[in-house]
């Protein structure tokens, strides 16, 4: 996808017919508004992210989208990821897909990812496995690890292809490793349950940790349960439990908002409060967790 360079004083790098050439903001200014699609593109996206001229993401989307309707597979395979991503709804999810399989045609590895996932899901095109399958694998050939994502889930549950929960490790594993952050969280769970692997608990931690890091609430909650639990490969720590249910708690997961409610109920892992239990138990209720409100009414005929 043409990017500009991180440093605006070096210009923006374009693809011509003769190869990719340097030119700078003065010039992407004259291309653009000469109607030039490659000129828009570069032009929207200097103002949707700020390089060489002040963040103006009106301006950015208004050039992105009359490059696209030029045929631009580059602004169209933008525009559909900040789609997907919810910054952007100047379309809806029909056209969306539409552009994904524009992009994913030109060779585009995220529109290859985003068109792949609609025909995974059957989003506004027939479901089909197999078809999605290709698109996931030739985005991943180009690098994408949340195509190897997608690829590891359909082994997974033998979507399109023969179920391998092995080779599923193997593609969230490497797609973790990559920095995938789903991936991440996936191939901790295959850690923890020993689906396609020998369980082992504190890889698992140290998966989820990754994830946990970079803000995944889930591997947060998961955290907490496996110190809760402990085992063999990972010793209890009560407190170490409760500070990621918290986390994940101060997240919105719910589940997590009861743990810690309980935690402080109990003295488990944190000072004993019943203030703060109760603050917690009520949080977990107004989402709809019966187990919590099952609790309060106990608390409350005490």
């Given amino acids: 996808m043409l990017m500009p360079e991180k440093e605006p004083d070096k210009g923006f790098i374009i693809e011509t017919d003769e190869g990719q050439t340097e030119v700078g903001i003065e010039e992407i200014e004259r291309m653009a508004e000469e109607g ?38 580059d602004a169209k395979a933008l525009l559909v990821n900040m789609f997907f991503e919810g910054d952007y709804m100047g379309f809806d999810t029909k056209k969306a897909v539409e552009y994904a ?3 994913a045609d030109a060779g585009i590895p995220e529109g290859q990812l985003y068109y792949g996932i609609a025909c995974m899901d059957g989003n506004t095109v027939p479901q089909d496995y197999e078809e999605a399958m290709r698109q996931f694998r030739a985005s991943a050939k180009q690098g994408n690890s949340e195509a190897r994502n997608s690829m590891a889930f359909m082994y997974l549950e033998g979507l399109g292809v023969e179920k391998d929960e092995a080779k599923a ?7 973790a490793s990559a920095g995938n952050i789903n991936a991440q969280y996936q191939t901790g769970v295959c850690y923890e349950t020993g689906c396609g692997c020998t369980a082992n608990l504190d890889k698992a931690r140290e998966w989820y940790e990754k994830a946990a890091s970079s803000g995944d609430s889930y591997a947060m909650d998961r955290l907490g349960i496996i110190y809760y639990n402990g085992s063999k490969d990972l010793k209890k720590d009560p407190e170490k439990s409760f500070e990621w249910f918290l986390k994940a708690a101060s997240d919105g997961m719910v589940d997590s908002m009861y ?5 402080y109920l109990e003295g488990f892992g944190v000072e004993r409060d019943e ?12 989402n709809g967790h019966k187990t919590a409100e099952e609790l309060l009414e106990r608390l409350g005929r005490q």
């Fill in 169 to 175: 490790f193997r593609l969230f594993k490497n797609a």
């Fill in 259 to 263: 743990s810690v409610g309980c935690y």
């Fill in 275 to 286: 203030t703060e239990a109760r603050k917690w138990l009520n949080m977990a209720k107004d």
């Fill in 101 to 103: 399989k524009d992009a």
């Fill in 36 to 73: 030039d699609p490659i000129g828009m593109y570069a032009l929207g996206m200097a103002y949707l992210f700020g390089h060489a001229v002040g963040q103006d993401s009106g301006k950015g989307y208004d050039l992105l989208e009359k490059a696209a309707e030029k045929g631009n597979p």
